[in-house]
Nanobody
């Protein structure tokens, strides 16, 4: 089993920045990819970004490309999501996820999930 704990959410004005962190513990050797997803009220969970754990290849949703950056620190078993130029439409609960396979944009293919952290962007 792998446990994931997110932190770093909060309230920020439009145009501002936040950095989310997700610390993994447990059987972290089984992780091959990690991702960030988000879910706004009344909407389905959507892909934000993903990273391959060993090679560091990154993937982004078009809506965040150029504004968000995903990175990982394998020595700390932590993945980060740096969010710049935030917009009100970025408001959502952000979830960290991990999987035992290669990175993918599909939420259903991830094996482990964090509890989520709220990000609110005011206009």
């Amino acid at each position: 089993q792998v446990q994931l704990v997110e932190s770093g959410g909060g309230l920020v004005q439009a145009g501002g920045s936040l950095r989310l962190s997700c610390a993994a513990s447990g059987r972290t050797y089984s992780i091959y990819a990690m991702g960030w997803f988000r879910q706004a009220p009344g909407k389905e969970r959507e892909f934000v970004a993903a990273i391959s754990w060993h090679g560091g290849t990154t993937y982004y949703a078009d809506s965040v490309k150029g504004r968000f950056t995903i990175s990982r620190d394998t020595t700390r078993n932590t993945v980060y999501l740096q969010m710049n130029s935030l917009k009100p439409e970025d408001t959502a609960v952000y979830y960290c996820a991990a999987r035992r396979g290669t990175a993918t944009t599909s939420a259903s293919e991830y094996d482990y999930w964090g509890q989520g952290t709220q990000v609110t962007v005011s206009s």
